[in-house]
Every structure is written in C-alpha cells, then in structure tokens.
C-alpha cells in the first residue's frame, strides 16, 4: 500500500492534519520563547534557564503524561493538558510582551507550561497503531509518514518565527504557539478516531500480564539514546567544524542536509516491505548512523562534511520509526502511548547529553576525535541491540510452549 493509499484509510487525513497542526507548535514554541524571555529581561542567562526549565519539564514528563492518556484516554486526557499548556503559554506571551518582566517569574511559569506539554506525537502513534492495526507493513509506513512530517515541522516551525519576528514582537509567536495547539488538539480529539480510544483503565495490563511498559523495552531506548547522542554532538561538532573554516553561515546548510537525508531516508524505510523484523533491523540502523559519523571524522571540508551529514541523515528516521515499533510491539495496546513517549524521551535526553559533551569534548580532542567519539555511542547501541536479539532467541528456544509466544514477540516476530 502507498502512502496515498494510507491516508485514504477512513478518518486518517482527518486525524493526521489535527495532530501536524497541533505538534506545529512544538516546533514555533522553542525559539518564540528564547527570543521573547530575551527581549523581556535583557539577558541570555535568563533566557537560557527559562528554556532549560521548559525543555526538561516537558521532556522528562512525557511518560507520566502519556501514562494519562493510556488510563483515560485522549478524549478525557488532552483537554485539560492542552488548556493548562496553551494558557501558561498566554501568560508567558503576556509577562514577556513588553520589557521589564522578572526572571524568577517567567522561570516559574516555563517549568509549569513544559510540565503540561500535551503528548500529541505518541498519541497520534497511538491512533496509527488503531487505524492500520497490524497489517503487513501499514504501521512501519504510518510511523516512517508520521516522523518525516514530524521532522519537517520541527524544521519549519523557526522559519515561521523568523517571519513573525519581522513583524511583531517574539512574544506574539508564543501566543501563537498557544492558539495552534489548542486549535489542534480540538480537531484531534473531534475525530472519530481518537473518539474511539477510551482508556485502558488502572488495572489493565499489558501482554504477559505486564503492568509497566519499560520491562522489554530496553533495546528500542538504548538505541534512541545512542541516536540522540549522536544527533546532540552532531550539532555543536557542524558549527565548531565551520567556524574552524571561517564560514560559520554554513552551519544551516549542513544541518539541512541532515534533515533532507533523514526524510528521504524515512520515506524509503516506509515504502520497503521488510522481511526481518523491526527489532532485528534497528541495531543494523544505528551502525549505518555510527559509520556516517565515522566518515564525517575523515571529512577535509565542508562539502564532504554536507555528503556525510545526508548520509547520516538516511540512518536518523529510519531507526527512530523502528524504536517506535519495537516500542509499540512490546507494550501492546495497554501501554502503547508510554512506549512511544518513553522512546521520545530517550531521545531528546541523548540529544541534550550529547550536546553537552560535545561542548566538554571540543575544548580537548581534535575535531575528528570528536566526530569519532559521537560515533561511539550509535556503535554501542548497535552492540547492545544486537546482543538484546541474540538473548531473546535464545529465550525463545529454551522457553516452554506455553512461554513461546512472549519470547517470540521480544524478537519482532509472531508466534501462530
């Protein structure tokens, strides 16, 4: 089935176009409240923790928000979430409008709006999984569109605040990040879709009797620590490389190569109808990812360096998607939307890590000993992984034939 034919799947255009609306916001938030914190109190610092607060309530909350969507449901759960978030986000936009606001003010409120973060990426995973249910290859090309998509808000969400900022003040894009996602999320939870996700209730559990979802979900997050790391020092290692070549304005074009390599490269994860399963091919991704990084530490200039960033790029979306549906097959329908949030999560905190130990690392090794470090940790997850397959089969052989069908689905594959 093509991507078109996917979203001619009843309710599904509908349900994607609210959510994409909604996660736009995610991508204007960030840099409108930068820029508006900035402006209001005159300091860096100041806009710097604000967003440290912001970012990490919001990351690091996701699997207990997410735990509320699985419970009660989108229908019951997002609505308040998403009305606290978008007003806080009215009262940032308020205190940061004009000049003077207090920086223990807008820090206080920027930890509660992050705390409040609606998860709209797991949820819509969610609906996915529900939609296309478990039909050859559907969910795979339904996870590679929905991150691809997910990839190009994020990068298009800045540009919109460039343009907003030409215009009116920063805060006017947080106000505007606030209307998107409540406008979103309203048409999300319209949908019929989402209407027929109810909530698993407190006692549900899971495939084997489980009643957490991080139990077996050890190799997807691994990965997507190692993914995020790399990403992290990949973009503090793009500018210390141009600025070491006096072209600093190159910056954007490398990491753009990145994201055009990573959409090109979730697109063709989707198309291909995969014989091996999900958790056999994502260590295999992360060491394609390891190796580009590896051929960036060779890279003699900046156009080398774009090569190697589009290649790396094709490695990104592709073992992302497939953390999620490791993730996803895993926890099963109980827990599927803390799957996915504990898998956002170990990537946005490798990503924050790897960042900052890119910056430690830059100031000691050359910059070739630091694209091969960040090449390092893509590496030990590929191990890892491929270590976590090798045990469960192992499982899966040894096991009663009562137990067979459990060890079976550690490895991707179904037991009949």
Same mark, same amino acid.
């Given at each position: ?19 994409? &609306? ?10 409108? %409240? ?22 990490? +309530?919001?990351?690091? @909350?996701?699997? %207990? ?18 009305? +606290? ?19 223990? &003010?807008?820090?206080?409120?920027? %930890? ?25 290859? &559907? ?5 590679? @569109? ?6 190009? &808000? ?42 027929? %996700? ?100 060779? +890279?003699?200039? @900046? ?21 999620? @549906? ?91």
């Amino acid at each position: 089935m093509s991507y078109a034919a996917l979203l001619r799947v009843p309710h599904a255009r509908r349900t994607f176009g609210a959510a994409l &609306l909604g996660r736009l916001s995610y991508g204007t938030v960030s840099l409108s %409240l930068m820029l508006a914190v900035k402006s209001a109190t005159g300091s860096y610092a100041v806009a710097g923790t604000a967003m440290a607060l912001f970012g990490a +309530a919001s990351v690091f @909350l996701s699997p %207990l928000r997410a735990l509320l969507i699985d419970r009660y449901g989108p229908r019951r759960a997002l609505p308040p979430m998403t009305g +606290a978030y978008a007003v806080l986000l009215g009262v940032l936009a308020a205190l940061t409008w004009r000049p003077g606001a207090y920086g223990l &003010l807008l820090g206080v409120a920027a %930890l509660a709006a992050g705390a409040c973060t609606p998860p709209l990426g797991p949820t819509m995973r969610t609906v996915w999984s529900e939609l296309v249910g478990r039909r050859e290859g &559907l969910l795979q090309r339904a996870y590679s @569109l929905d991150g691809v998509a997910e990839e190009l &808000l994020l990068v298009s969400g800045p540009l919109i605040v460039g343009v907003v900022v030409q215009f009116a003040p920063a805060a006017f894009g947080v106000a505007v990040s606030a209307v998107l996602v409540a406008v979103g999320t309203a048409a999300f939870v319209a949908s019929p879709a989402v209407r027929a %996700l109810t909530g698993r209730g407190a006692g549900r559990r899971g495939p084997s009797g489980k009643t957490s979802p991080v139990r077996g979900l050890t190799q997807p997050l691994v990965v997507a620590v190692g993914v995020g790391l790399a990403l992290g020092a990949l973009d503090l290692l793009v500018l210390a490389f141009a600025d070491a070549r006096q072209h600093a304005d190159a910056v954007a074009w490398v990491m753009a190569a990145l994201s055009a390599g990573s959409a090109v490269g979730g697109l063709a994860n989707g198309a291909i109808t995969w014989s091996t399963p999900a958790r056999v091919r994502l260590p295999f991704l992360a060491a394609g990812l390891a190796a580009a990084l590896g051929a960036a530490a060779l +890279a003699p200039g @900046l156009v080398t360096l774009g090569a190697a960033a589009v290649t790396a790029g094709l490695f990104v979306a592709p073992a992302l998607t497939t953390a999620y @549906l490791v993730a996803d097959e895993t926890a099963g329908p109980a827990f599927r939307t803390q799957a996915g949030a504990w898998v956002n999560t170990a990537v946005n905190a490798g990503i924050s890590a790897g960042t900052a130990g890119a910056g430690l690392l830059v100031a000691r090794l050359p910059l070739a000993a630091c694209f091969a470090v960040a090449a390092a940790a893509p590496v030990a997850a590929a191990v890892w992984g491929v270590r976590g397959v090798r045990g469960a089969r192992r499982t899966a052989e040894a096991a009663p034939g009562d137990s067979v069908p459990d060890a079976a689905q550690e490895t991707g594959t179904t037991a009949r």
